[in-house]
Structures are given as structure tokens and as C-alpha cells.
């Protein structure tokens, strides 16, 4: 499939329509790694079929475990009991997560494995993993550039240790919890405020018992080591990050009206939604029901006249890869949206919030920067712009948005990445009635 070395959006009529969201990243990444970890078959459905997942596939793979598709977002994870050596290097494209959930999970295995990634996870930190995973006794050696990939790591036996995070972050929690399976003694990880919790929810799913109690405004969550876990069916519901995308169009396309079925709405990641109603927006929620053990529903939204926010700081853990599309929308509200305490954007794919300033700035939208945060002051959108994405999926798609309800079209450069987390958004996004268009 040839990609394209640009995509254009330009002003839509009234957008409409019912889509699925593709499967949950989060989830997809932890059920092919505790699949792996696990002694038996483990079936999933609605696997993500990223750029992104497709790496973790391989990584578990190359670690020994089988791993089958079956179908469209139905793949087969068969463990042995734990990682075994690899014969190569484990590349993990542009998996951010990935990476870092995998070397929690090899810590606690005898193996020596050099971890490496594309150009963007190159510039991705990575001591805030390796440094509890080396308190914990596995040992890191950097091949290049300190605190950045390619690096190899030593895996065996662990002790377990009680962290305690600065700033709630999924991935540090899960890597450390994982490594701690197989740690002697109970791991613990006090967080200041809560993260999303898929690993516990899904280490219980596997038949581990995990612990969680609350610590001041967070969470303090143990795990004892030396449990094993068992084959399980996962079943994986719409990522709420990507069903986004298509909501933020509707909120802001005159007329607009989309349904996106089958939503995971589990509370630590719907601040998006929460912020959006706090804006004004007309967003509904049907069928909830319970799926692989978390709740989901078919999320509608229609076009509204919103207006600016000072969104809390605590909310960030909730929606921390929304942040760009909520700029976005941000951009056609009355008067500010005030965003802050979001520093970790800064080192995510692509430092985001620099992006997503200059991008809003570049189509006429108003946008003060800060160290932490940014706000973005709504009122017309000339658009008319070609935006830099340094490879970025969420900008792309966040400014593909924008384009659709901008004065002039919105061009975004690199549109490749798109695949890493939502596989077929231009195709769905055209079915919804958008124009977005290669060149």
C-alpha cells in the first residue's frame, strides 16, 4: 500500500454516521505480553491491529510464545510459563508502550536482550522504567545516547520493591508490577493520582491477586511475587483515545451527528468526555454493558457551541493522549481553554504540546505555551496551513480534525504514522461524509 506524503481536510458538510472504534491500545499491549507470560492459550478478540500492536506481537513471538491470527482482531497467544531467550533484537517500531511494558515483564526472566525502536522512540526517555526495574536487581547498559534506546537488558532474579511515583504514569506502574510477578517478596507502587488501571484488571483476568488501596488522592497497589498466570479469553472494547477523533468532528461540524459503538468507559480514561460536557458539548451515552471486564457503551455526539475551560490539572493521568484532539475543538469554543499540568506531552511521540501550539497557530488560532501546559483560545479557524507532525499520529489526526471545520483546508505532513494506533480513520472518517483527501 503506497502512503501518501500528505493528507488535506477540508470543511465538511454535516457529518453522520454509526462506526466502531478500533480495539483499545492499552489493553491490546497487555494482552499479548501477560498471554506471553502465562501457561496456555489465551484467545483475543478486538485486538488492535496497529503498527504499534503488531510489534508487541512480534516481541512476544520472538520471546517464545506462539502467536496466531485468526481472523480480523481475533489472535491466539499460547505461553509457556515466561520469556524465553531471543535470537535477535527485539525492535519495537514506534511502541512507547510497548517497550516499556516489555522490559518490565523480561526483567524477571534470565534472559539478555537489547531493546531498540525507530527514530521517534530513539528520542523517547526511558530511566524512569529502567531505573525502579534496576533497583529491582535487573542491570541496563545503554549502546548509544544514555536514557534512550537501543539498550540491552539482563533479566533474572528480582527483589521487590515499594515505589513511589512523582507522577502517575500506566506505563511505569505496569512495567514495575509486572517485573514484580516474579520478584521475591510484594512490589508496591504508591501513585499521587490515579492512572488507568488495565493491568490490574487484567492480571486479576489471568488469575493473579493484586492489591489496591487507597493512598491520599491516589492508589497504593501490591503484588506478590511468584504468581503464575493461566490462559484466559480476553474480549477488547473501542479505544476511547481513537473514538475521539470522529466525536471532536461531530462536536464541531454545524449540523454533525456520529455514533461510535462499543466504547470502553472505564472512569480513568473518559476525563476527555467529562471535560467535553464541561465545554457544553451534546455528548450521550447508550447500551452501556460490560465487556472484558470493563464497562462500554455507544458514545454520540452532536454539534455544539462550546465554550472554554480551565481543565483540572489532576484529570491529566485520564486523558493524557486527548490532550491534542481537546485542543482542537478548543480552537472553535468561546474564549480560553486554559490546559495545565501536562508535561509529560513533552515526551511522548513527539513533544506535544510545542506541535500542537504551532500547528493552532499556524491555521489563526490564538495559543500560549508554558513549560507545563498550554491555552488555546477559540474563535474563527482560518485554517490554510500545512502542519508539521514530526511523525506524530495524534497530531495528524487532531489537525485533520480541525481541517474539517476550518475556514480554508488543513494539510498534515507524515501521515504514515496514523497506522500505528488507528488503522482505517481516513476510511472511516469518509464514511462519516469527511473530506479528507491525499495531497
Not at 490490574?200 to 504468581?227: I, N, T
Not at 455526539?301 to 490532550?323: C, H, N
Request: charged share 20%; aromatic share 4%.
Amino acid at each position: 500500500m503506497t502512503i501518501p506524503p500528505t493528507l488535506t481536510a477540508r470543511g465538511a458538510p454535516a457529518l453522520s454516521g454509526v462506526v466502531r472504534a478500533p480495539g483499545d491500545k492499552s489493553m491490546s499491549h497487555r494482552a499479548l505480553i501477560l498471554g506471553a507470560m502465562a501457561t496456555g492459550v489465551t484467545d483475543i478478540d478486538g485486538l488492535l491491529e496497529g503498527d504499534d500492536i503488531l510489534a508487541t506481537a512480534r516481541a512476544v513471538g520472538a520471546f517464545g510464545a506462539g502467536v496466531e491470527r485468526l481472523g480480523e482482531g481475533r489472535w491466539r497467544v499460547t505461553g509457556h510459563g515466561g520469556f524465553r531467550q531471543p535470537d535477535a533484537i527485539i525492535d519495537c517500531g514506534n511502541a512507547g508502550t510497548g517497550v516499556r511494558l516489555l522490559m518490565g515483564a523480561a526483567a524477571g526472566y534470565p534472559v539478555n536482550v537489547t531493546f531498540d525502536g525507530d527514530a521517534s522512540l530513539r528520542k523517547r526517555p526511558m530511566k524512569r522504567v529502567t531505573g525502579p526495574l534496576a533497583d529491582m536487581g535487573a542491570r541496563f547498559d545503554w549502546l548509544g545516547e544514555e536514557d534512550r534506546l537501543p539498550l540491552e537488558l539482563s533479566g533474572g532474579a528480582l527483589k521487590a520493591i515499594d515505589y513511589v511515583q512523582t507522577v502517575a504514569s500506566a506505563q511505569i506502574k505496569s512495567a514495575i508490577l509486572l517485573a514484580g510477578l516474579n520478584a521475591d517478596g510484594v512490589t508496591t507502587v504508591t501513585e499521587p493520582e490515579p492512572s488507568r488501571d488495565h493491568t490490574e484488571r487484567m492480571l486479576r483476568a489471568f488469575g493473579a491477586e493484586v492489591g489496591v488501596l487507597p493512598a491520599g488522592r491516589g492508589w497504593r497497589v501490591s503484588l506478590k511475587g511468584g504468581q503464575a498466570l493461566a490462559g484466559t479469553a480476553v474480549s477488547i472494547p473501542g479505544d476511547p483515545s481513537s473514538a475521539a477523533f470522529p466525536l471532536a468532528a461531530a462536536l464541531i461540524v454545524p449540523g454533525a451527528a456520529v455514533t461510535v459503538e462499543n466504547v470502553m468507559l472505564n472512569p480513568l480514561r473518559t476525563g476527555l468526555f467529562e471535560t467535553w460536557r464541561e465545554m457544553g458539548a451534546d455528548l450521550t451515552v447508550s447500551n452501556r454493558r460490560m465487556a472484558g471486564g470493563e464497562e462500554v457503551g455507544d458514545v454520540t455526539a452532536r454539534y455544539s457551541r462550546l465554550k472554554g475551560v480551565v481543565v483540572p490539572p489532576e484529570r491529566a493521568a485520564s486523558m493524557i493522549d486527548e490532550y491534542p484532539v481537546l485542543a482542537a475543538t478548543a480552537a472553535f469554543a468561546e474564549g480560553a481553554t486554559v490546559m495545565r499540568g501536562i508535561g509529560e506531552m513533552r515526551v511522548k511521540e513527539s513533544d506535544r504540546i510545542a506541535l500542537m501550539a504551532a500547528g493552532l497557530r499556524a491555521c489563526g488560532v490564538a495559543v500560549e505555551e508554558e513549560p507545563e501546559g498550554f491555552t488555546v483560545t477559540g474563535g474563527p479557524v482560518r485554517g490554510g496551513a500545512t502542519v508539521a507532525t514530526h511523525g506524530d499520529h495524534r497530531i495528524a489526526m487532531s489537525h485533520l480534525v480541525l481541517g474539517l471545520a476550518a475556514d480554508q483546508a488543513v494539510t498534515v505532513d507524515e501521515p504514515g504514522m496514523i497506522a500505528t494506533s488507528f488503522p482505517g480513520f481516513v476510511e472511516l472518517m469518509r464514511g462519516l461524509g469527511a473530506d479528507i483527501a491525499s495531497g
